[in-house]
């Protein structure tokens, strides 16, 4: 119960109405297609197989439409190395049921997704932190780990990293590869925010520079969709993929036949390019407005600056403690982020800070990046010398 508690999941959402809140990385609702969902979703309510038990592996021509939305991307896959899942939430899980028993080592960046530390606290494993750098996991700490440590999985977010929106250089996606062979890792590759890119070229997925189908790769409609339709997928070699549809006809038989149709439907009718042209235009604007109001931040706070995806990661003086200050200046302030202490499993590390710009609103980001500094500039003034 300890484990569950200290991810987190609960403080992602705003506690009144007064706050405003950069915690949660949710979607806006403003860009959900609604109108173009309903349309498909009554016309898909109308046939009989939509309200029926279908294959565990998930609705054929939705895997269809995937394969290709992923061949687009460089991804070589077909329908059949699709698994459909319930959000990339279900992946991450299915893959630690697969793979972990109790002390197994997993490494995961720091800082690193929280919701994939409550997945895979349940098979109580071993944890190593690699440190993220600006071109992602820092693969001389990784080497070190898996000289001196057995280790099953690494967990990874190449491409605009959450929390601190980072993406791994093609170098580094390349050598984490051979790593992986030389040590018999398996790599779980979570890619929701893949999609969401507003500026740059996109890098090759882990999946595709992967000759020996050791790369489990993780999609999601929750971020370019809805959330709300807890739909997501996944592809694996077949040795691994076969094990993990086993083990979701065990976990809930499958995805919900009426919402699986009902996303295929909208896929073939709608222009599914123009939404996401239509996302990134949304949120590259968001992210500039609080890129803007975070120069107004102490010198002492530093920022990253992302080229897409959800999250701004701060970083501050050492002795700073977000956690603490989430309870106390920041909550009299009435502004919300996740603290680091709940992004590393160690707890170790608490002078970090992730901030969205995807679910406030954008009229809220100027003010709430205000909030946010008159708090950090009272705390840094007032704070005793001997920790300047």
Known sequence: MARVERAGLTDLFAPDEQTISFAGGLPDPAVFPKAALQAAFASRAQTDSAFQYANSDGYAPLRAQLAKLMQADGVSVNASDLLITQGAQQGIDLTARLLLNPGDGVVVEGPTYLGALAAFDAYEPTYYEVPVEPDGMDLHALQKILLTHSVKVIYTVPDFQNPTGAVMSLAKRQALIRLAHQYDVVILEDAPYRLLRYEGDALPTLHSLDPDGRVVLLGSFSKILSPGLRIGWLT????????????????????????????????????????????????RTKRDAMLTALASLPPAIHYTRPTGGFFVYLTGPSWLDFSALQQT????????????????????????????????????????????????????????????
Not at 338 to 347: F, W
Not at 364 to 373: M, S
């Open 329 to 388: 200046e920041l909550a009299e302030a009435h502004v919300a982020l996740v603290p680091s202490k709940n992004l590393y499993p160690s707890h170790a590390i608490t002078n970090g800070a992730r901030l969205t710009f995807a679910a406030p609103a954008l009229a809220d980001i100027a003010p709430g990046i205000a909030r946010l500094n008159r708090a950090l500039t009272q705390v840094l003034h007032e704070v005793p010398a001997v920790n300047k």
């Open 236 to 283: 694996a070699a077949p040795r691994l993929l076969q094990a993990l549809t086993a083990l979701k006809g065990g976990a809930d038989v499958e995805s919900s036949a009426l919402v699986m149709q009902s996303i295929s439907t909208y896929l073939a009718s709608a222009d599914f390019p123009q939404h996401l042209a239509k996302l990134r235009n949304y949120y």
